[in-house]
């Protein structure tokens, strides 16, 4: 069983589902109104251990309703919790989140979060040197992002940098990451008025755009390539690129190689879509593997 460690976020997800968004100034009669369990390090906490790993999640909850429900939902997915310390002058996380006309919009409240400092990174560190690959995200402060980089090339270990929501990367948190997972719209915030093929070529087999329905695109060191999407209908498309990302950084530390790894992660990132809510539709292993 490959050993996962993710550094993130832990939120709530507020959901409500309407025909369409409202324009600024204008109210809308909702459909239905859902709190459900996200956060982006959550997310793909919870991901990776239905996909069968030994998961750790570092990251920060209030002391608050919100804080035990979300914990609890960690502990009923197998994920450790020995690392997730309760802060009490912050609210645990919130993401408000529409889903209308067949997409989501939303709205990242911190919290919490924000309390996963390089500081409170130094307290797991033997949790890092054990993990088989690190994951983290763009929810957490940018300094943790760099120090974490930082500290996995110190210490030889995977990182996997999913870089959502977009925010620009300093070149060292560029050349530390084994591994980077920007959808398009993130890609050009990192790379802004690059061409993406030279971009892709610069970085063989490291990094990676998701690109939804379209599937993933590489450079596998001699060539670009995309990896196409499993067709799915679509119920809710919260927490799929979350799901690629766990389930690809799970086939990589189990010593599959990058194109068996992103079908594995494609799959399952598709399966994850045909149900509400950001974990509502993660697979299991079984589900994955009964698919493929
Ligand atoms: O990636 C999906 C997640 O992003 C949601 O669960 C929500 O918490 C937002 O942060």
Same mark, same amino acid.
């Not at 959808?183 to 755009?209: C, D, M, Q, W």
């Not at 045909?274 to 994955?288: H, L």
């Given at each position: 069983?490959?050993?996962?460690?993710?550094?993130?976020?832990?939120?709530?997800?507020?959901?409500?589902?309407?025909?369409?968004?409202?324009?600024?100034?204008?109210?809308?009669?909702?459909?239905?109104?859902?709190?459900?369990?996200?956060?982006?390090?959550?997310?793909?906490?919870?991901?990776?251990?239905?996909?069968?790993?030994?998961?750790?999640?570092?990251?920060?909850?209030?002391?608050?309703?919100?804080?035990?429900?979300?914990?609890?939902?960690?502990?009923?997915?197998?994920?450790?919790?020995?690392?997730?310390?309760?802060?009490?002058?912050?609210?645990?996380?919130?993401?408000?989140?529409?889903?209308?006309?067949?997409? %989501?919009?939303?709205?990242? +409240?911190?919290?919490?979060?924000?309390? &996963?400092?390089?500081?409170?990174?130094? @307290? #797991?560190? !033997?949790?890092?040197?054990?993990?088989?690959?690190?994951?983290?995200?763009?929810?957490?402060?940018?300094?943790?992002?760099?120090?974490?980089?930082?500290?996995?090339?110190?210490?030889?270990?995977?990182?996997?940098?999913?870089?959502?929501?977009?925010?620009?990367?300093?070149?060292?948190?560029?050349?530390?990451?084994?591994?980077?997972?920007?959808?398009?719209?993130?890609?050009?915030?990192?790379?802004?008025?690059?061409?993406?093929?030279?971009?892709?070529?610069?970085?063989?087999?490291?990094?990676?755009?998701?690109?939804?329905?379209?599937?993933?695109?590489?450079? %596998?060191?001699?060539?670009? +390539?995309?990896?196409?999407?499993?067709? &799915?209908?679509?119920?809710?498309?919260? @927490? #799929?690129? !979350?799901?690629?990302?766990?389930?690809?950084?799970?086939?990589?530390?189990?010593?599959?190689?990058?194109?068996?790894?992103?079908?594995?992660?494609?799959?399952?990132?598709?399966?994850?879509?045909?149900?509400?809510?950001?974990?509502?539709?993660?697979?299991?292993?079984?589900?994955?593997?009964?698919?493929?």
């Amino acid at each position: 069983m490959v050993k996962v460690a993710v550094i993130g976020s832990i939120s709530m997800d507020l959901v409500v589902t309407a025909n369409k968004r409202p324009l600024a100034g204008e109210t809308l009669m909702g459909d239905s109104f859902h709190t459900v369990p996200g956060g982006k390090g959550a997310n793909q906490a919870v991901a990776a251990a239905r996909l069968g790993a030994d998961v750790a999640m570092i990251g920060r909850v209030g002391d608050d309703a919100f804080g035990t429900e979300v914990l609890d939902n960690l502990k009923n997915n197998r994920v450790s919790v020995t690392n997730v310390e309760p802060v009490t002058h912050q609210a645990t996380g919130t993401a408000h989140i529409t889903l209308a006309e067949g997409d %989501n919009s939303i709205i990242v +409240v911190k919290g919490a979060n924000d309390e &996963v400092t390089p500081d409170y990174i130094k @307290g #797991a560190e !033997d949790v890092l040197q054990q993990a088989d690959i690190i994951l983290i995200q763009h929810e957490t402060p940018e300094d943790t992002v760099e120090y974490v980089a930082e500290l996995c090339h110190r210490l030889g270990k995977k990182l996997l940098l999913n870089p959502a929501p977009a925010r620009k990367i300093s070149a060292q948190v560029l050349e530390y990451a084994t591994y980077i997972t920007p959808n398009e719209h993130e890609f050009t915030v990192l790379f802004e008025g690059e061409s993406r093929s030279k971009v892709l070529a610069k970085y063989p087999n490291r990094l990676i755009i998701t690109e939804g329905k379209n599937g993933v695109r590489y450079h %596998n060191g001699s060539t670009e +390539v995309v990896v196409p999407a499993y067709v &799915v209908e679509a119920v809710d498309t919260t @927490g #799929a690129g !979350d799901t690629f990302n766990a389930a690809f950084a799970v086939a990589v530390a189990e010593g599959r190689d990058m194109s068996e790894a992103i079908q594995f992660a494609n799959r399952a990132a598709s399966l994850s879509i045909t149900k509400f809510g950001a974990q509502g539709g993660m697979p299991t292993r079984a589900e994955v593997e009964g698919s493929l």
